[in-house]
């Protein structure tokens, strides 16, 4: 979805990842590219779609966002929550205790520069900038940071001998915010994400993975009554740092979402329905 102000030039780009088989954007013929939850090939992904939508001189903010998401507002709303700051959208927290910084990562990256947060940011020119042309940064994620292995994959590699003392880091969630940390830029992100995720925390039966999956709505689930109370959300706690983000736009205090995660199929068909009866 590739759209454009009538007023301005200026454009806003979506980048679409679908973890599943491919990933592309309307306007861009579509890449394809493997990705695996948890992989350094997530980061690669975000790279290409990157590179490409760079191309085009015009587009100021990347947006990146999942195939499960919707928008909660129309385009200029959106369009002018996100150009009426001069930076970029990152979720981004230090978090040291979860133990997924593995040491050696020091001296290239310093525990001090390591963040956590969502992958599904809001890039401005110059951030998009530095991500593709990091070459420090990554090489250290795709020695050091990687997914512990999970029995679902265990197909795939070999078994590990103790699962149990086995690093684990999930690169896409800390990669952006903790390369604009190193660099020096994270005075210039505004530190939130922007699409709303519902994590599951009660679900899943083996405790030390609850709430690493996000919860996905279904038909049942998709009422007004969701989508508003996802809307009037206008803070956001982040529990390791104390802070709490009172969420602004233009000065005045504003929603916190712009979009919304994980919606089936059936449950977006419902809410389209719901517009357009
Ligand atoms: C877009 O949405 C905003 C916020 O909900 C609303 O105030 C505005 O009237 C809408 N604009 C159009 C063109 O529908």
Redesign the pocket.
């Known amino acids: 979805m590739l759209s454009k102000s009538s007023m301005k030039s200026i454009k806003l780009f979506f980048l679409l990842m679908d973890p599943f088989c491919w990933l592309g954007s309307y306007s861009l013929p579509p890449l394809s590219f493997q990705v695996e939850w948890g992989e350094a090939s997530m980061i690669q992904a975000e790279r290409i779609l990157l590179r490409s939508a760079l191309k085009d001189l015009y587009n100021e903010r990347f947006v990146f966002l999942s195939d499960s998401c919707i928008p909660l507002?129309?385009f200029?709303?959106t369009y002018d929550y996100i150009m009426s700051t001069s930076t970029s959208f990152v979720d981004s927290f230090a978090d040291t205790k979860d133990g997924r910084y593995n040491p050696k990562m020091d001296p290239v990256v310093p525990v001090h520069n390591w963040r956590k947060g969502s992958q599904w940011v809001v890039l401005t020119r110059k951030h998009a900038e530095v991500v593709l042309k990091d070459k420090t940064v990554l090489p250290v994620f795709q020695q050091y940071c990687k997914r512990k292995s999970l029995p679902e994959f265990w197909r795939d590699h070999p078994l590990p001998a103790d699962g149990s003392k086995e690093h684990n880091c999930i690169p896409d969630e800390h990669y952006v915010q903790t390369l604009l940390a190193q660099e020096g830029h994270e005075a210039e992100i505004t530190r939130r994400t922007l699409t709303h995720t519902s994590w599951d925390l009660s679900a899943s039966k083996d405790r030390e993975r609850r709430g690493w999956h996000p919860q996905a709505y279904k038909f049942s689930d998709a009422t007004p009554m969701l989508i508003k109370s996802i809307k009037d959300i206008d803070n956001v706690y982040y529990e390791t740092e104390y802070r709490r983000e009172w969420c602004t736009s233009k000065g005045e205090p504003a929603p916190c979402f712009l979009f919304a995660r994980k919606f089936t199929r059936p449950a977006a068909l419902r809410l389209l329905d719901m517009v357009n009866p």
């Open positions: 507002y129309n200029s709303y």
